[in-house]
């Protein structure tokens, strides 16, 4: 069994039924749906607008891979682009390429690149070990928020300063984002688990 689960990430062992094709288009709409709801749902009466977004996101790439997360990823920022109301801050009157630009944009950049890590990493086995989950949240968090505070910064240092920067753009999100790294630490090995005892 070990050699017929290496290389794999969990989206092509659990499910293994239907056409790929059909398969994929599901898996992608999938992601969208969960990023766009996992980005409205936010915890109240914290100073920053926290959300499970960032978690669905690194979790997409772990499942699907880099290929799939990708385009995953990529759909759910088209449809944005295109001025649905999908985004954590967006509304009706803020929303399209002008949301993306303004100061979340490093942010959406940063889940492109933590996609992609994930999905990497997940491809040869990170996943699979509470440690190693660890470790790769933690380079897809750092690939988030190092684009979001940066382009947060060019928008906005100059005038309030990168003290201010830090602490709205970073120090605000650590807590919940640490809790998130632990939540999927625990989690993708547990389907791991579940996966090799269902075909053992």
Do not use: C
């Not at 659990?14 to 749902?41: E, F, N, P, Q, S």
């Not at 979001?148 to 970073?170: P, T």
């Amino acid at each position: 069994m070990a050699r017929t689960l290496n290389g794999r990430v969990l989206s092509e062992v659990v499910w293994t039924d239907g056409a790929i094709w059909t398969k994929r288009v599901a898996l992608v709409a999938l992601g969208i749906a969960a990023m766009a709801i996992a980005a409205k749902v936010k915890v109240p009466f914290w100073p920053v607008p926290i959300t499970m977004q960032s978690f669905v996101v690194l979790s997409v790439g772990a499942a699907y891979g880099m290929r799939l997360g990708a385009v995953t990823l990529l759909g759910y920022l088209a449809i944005g682009a295109l001025g649905f109301d999908i985004f954590t801050s967006s509304s009706a009157s803020n929303n399209g390429l002008a949301y993306m630009m303004a100061g979340t944009g490093g942010y959406l950049v940063g889940f492109l690149l933590a996609v992609l890590a994930l999905g990497a990493l997940a491809r040869i086995g990170w996943d699979r070990s509470p440690l190693k989950m660890a470790g790769a949240m933690l380079i897809g968090e750092v690939l988030i928020f190092l684009p979001g505070v940066l382009w947060l910064g060019h928008l906005y240092a100059a005038d309030k300063g990168w003290a201010w920067v830090m602490e709205w753009g970073l120090t605000a999100f650590l807590p919940a984002e640490a809790l998130k790294l632990a939540l999927a630490a625990v989690l993708f090995p547990l389907a791991w688990r579940a996966v090799g005892r269902a075909r053992g």
